[in-house]
């Protein structure tokens, strides 16, 4: 195996080892970059030398005795809507075409602290406005499984240079659904923490009431190594837990006795594909072979959280993108005067989703609206708050697909964009109630196209779901396979 290919865990053993180096680990994952980001467009951009002379400096912090972190010489790719100071952030969009941000997220402290190397920026939806990676306007990110499809987004990026075995581990944002969703439609893990695990501070806002940045790696234990870099409270971000701090285990249970796991039948109905389902079946049977208990149960308010999740998301949307008028920083359009700026900077900055995304907060939010839409929308997420509080007096995890349906092919949205926002049918909930949620692979459709088990947990319940995810993977064998069209 080259050392691209390696998860997190396993390189960090090595140049802890003095094995390899992180400079040599650098160097593999570059030249796969190299290779294999300009058939696939995962990154949009690389910080060759800014990597390699981070290699060396924690070379010789090494020799000088210090005590390497616990992501030491990991190579990591990084969404493109969060600050690491002097790097260039367009969250994938014109209006910021040319920004470099000023300081450095909390959470990407916290992967530099446990001695990571950021390599690259991840392509993504515009503002991360989509599920399928194809509104960046640095061009769209193919599935490595299947060239002519989506990765998923709005962390597509991120998924895509994990699966292709870029790099071992990046970072993604999730408002949605943007890392649970790409990471089961290319194959991999990728976890969206309990809301307030991680703080958000240096990240550009979506839905500031949902967002949550997470990581995704080929590996459920690398999820937890990242989760231990970045969580913790905050003063930057007031939104942060007092008990937020979070401490990755050091082995998996092999079984899984005395766990009761629910399956909710609005999780597992019609409008999810009979592919998918029969691999969600058959993922159910191996947890039941690890001791776990099936319990059957209901949410239902679920049928109400797409129109629910897009009414709050947008109107939050709308709100934080009104800073991007060309005045402060970003793109700024040649105008007559301070009305002509806005319009030509904002209307010829945000790319046609980011557009239709703020007219529709705009008008959610205006007066007569408001109450109607996107108070009724809070209220309607109470009760999924609600449903989640019910099931988890009983269970301690739920279970279901990620995704109803497998990715469809690039462009094939734009015709009917309720399909696009139909992706966060089962992954949305969660960020409503704000627990965590995890995807990982569970086998394949009939077309040969990865599958996503999501497993979701109660507030803070991040351990279980990382403990039910790690048992799963150990007893199976879908995180080892590879979309060969794509890896070299």
């Not at 949620?437 to 507030?459: R, T």
């Amino acid at each position: 195996m080259k050392l691209h290919q390696l998860s997190a865990k396993e390189m960090r053993a090595k140049a802890v080892s003095g094995e390899v180096s992180p400079s040599e680990l650098v160097d593999s994952c570059l030249e796969a970059i190299g290779r294999q980001n300009d058939l696939l467009g995962a990154l949009i951009s690389v910080d060759a030398e800014g990597a390699k002379a981070r290699a060396k400096d924690l070379e010789a912090a090494r020799a000088r005795g210090e005590t390497p972190g616990p992501l030491f010489g990991v190579p990591v790719g990084l969404k493109d809507n969060l600050c690491l100071e002097g790097q260039p952030m367009t969250c994938g969009s014109n209006i910021l075409k040319g920004y470099r941000a000023s300081y450095t997220a909390t959470a990407v402290k916290g992967l530099l602290d446990a001695g990571a190397i950021p390599i690259g920026r991840c392509n993504m939806d515009e503002f991360a406005f989509g599920s399928s990676t194809e509104h960046s306007a640095y061009g769209p990110t193919k599935n490595p499984w299947d060239l002519e499809r989506i990765p998923g987004g709005s962390s597509g990026g991120s998924a895509a240079a994990v699966a292709a075995r870029m790099l071992p581990l990046t970072l993604g944002t999730d408002t949605g659904g943007s890392i649970r969703q790409p990471a089961a439609l290319c194959g991999i893990a990728g976890l969206k923490p309990t809301y307030g695990r991680v703080s958000r501070f240096g990240l550009t806002a979506f839905g500031s009431s949902l967002d949550q940045i997470g990581p995704l790696a080929h590996r459920v234990s690398d999820l937890g190594l990242a989760l231990q870099a970045m969580a913790g409270r905050d003063p930057k971000d007031p939104g942060t837990l007092d008990n937020a701090a979070f401490e990755a285990g050091d082995q998996a249970p092999s079984r899984l006795e005395g766990l009761k796991v629910g399956l909710p039948k609005e999780y597992l109905d019609d409008r999810v594909a009979p592919s998918i389902l029969a691999r969600i079946e058959a993922a159910q049977k191996t947890l039941e072979a690890l001791g776990a208990t099936l319990v059957p149960l209901s949410l239902p308010h679920t049928q109400y959280a797409i129109p629910a999740y897009y009414l709050v998301a947008t109107s939050e949307a709308s709100s934080n993108l009104a800073r991007f008028d060309g005045v402060r920083y970003g793109n700024r359009q040649k105008a007559k005067d301070l009305e002509d700026l806005y319009l030509e900077t904002r209307g010829k900055g945000f790319g046609e989703e980011a557009k239709r995304r703020i007219l529709l907060g705009v008008f959610c939010l205006s007066a007569g609206y408001y109450d109607a839409y996107y108070l009724k929308a809070l209220k309607v997420r109470t009760l999924l708050r609600q449903d989640f509080e019910k099931a988890f007096a009983e269970v301690d995890v739920i279970i279901g697909p990620t995704t109803p349906f497998p990715p469809f092919r690039l462009g094939e949205s734009e015709a009917d964009p309720m399909q696009l926002y139909l992706c966060d049918l089962l992954t949305a909930p969660a960020n409503l109630a704000g627990i965590p949620g995890l995807s990982l692979p569970c086998g394949f459709d009939e077309d040969g196209l990865p599958v996503g088990l999501q497993i979701l947990g109660p507030a803070l319940g991040d351990e279980t779901i990382l403990r039910v995810a790690e048992a799963f993977e150990n007893a199976t064998d879908f995180h080892s396979k590879l979309p060969t069209e794509a890896v070299q």
